[in-house]
């Protein structure tokens, strides 16, 4: 709800929206409705790409309405388009096209060069397994869902938030040492 800039919004201010004898659509446009989808506890990581924090909230958007199938599907595609960035545009051994193309093959990938923390292999297992059952076979319960957020957001973490927060720690460091005493 915002104020209508073409009304007299600031006596709808000064009596307070329940006192107002008119219509309240005289004072205000409405943006939308609350409803379910507006409870999603679950906020994205800090310093994502747009693209990726977008098919977050849309995730969570699902979990928060008890859609586990389709919020299972979800992470697995942030998942996606997260390790996908990942990955070296040279050849590579051991990368081929179609470990660049399939999640399955791309974690695994990641983890034996390094470029994943070891300690996300297990709980990765859960991307592959649940995120291909929310798509193709319909049984996500809340807590396979709930498995797929948390490895979700852990993996954006150290992709996109730990690395961005660490380069501005580095860079107020850094102004604080060359600045004249």
């Not at 979800?74 to 081929?96: H, K, Q």
Request: hydrophobic share 35%; aromatic share 6%.
């Amino acid at each position: 709800m915002s104020d209508r800039a073409e009304s007299d919004y600031q006596h709808a201010h000064k009596v307070g929206l329940l006192k107002v004898e008119e219509s309240l659509n005289n004072f205000v446009d409405i943006k939308g409705h609350v409803s379910l989808k507006d409870s999603a506890s679950v906020f994205p990581p800090e310093f994502l790409p747009k693209n990726i924090e977008a098919v977050f909230q849309e995730g969570a958007t699902c979990l928060a309405v008890g859609c586990y199938n389709a919020a299972g599907t979800i992470f697995r595609l942030c998942v996606d388009l997260a390790t996908r960035s990942m990955l070296p545009n040279e050849d590579v051994a051991g990368l081929n096209a179609r470990t660049r193309r399939d999640l399955g093959l791309r974690l695994p990938w990641l983890f034996e060069s390094g470029r994943l923390p070891d300690s996300l292999k297990e709980l990765s297992s859960c991307i592959k397994e649940d995120g291909n059952d929310g798509a193709h076979t319909g049984n996500l319960t809340e807590e396979d869902a709930s498995d797929l957020v948390d490895f979700t957001s852990v993996l954006l973490e150290r992709i996109y938030t730990e690395p961005e927060r660490l380069r501005l720690a580095k860079e107020r460091r850094d102004a604080r040492r060359t600045k004249p005493t």
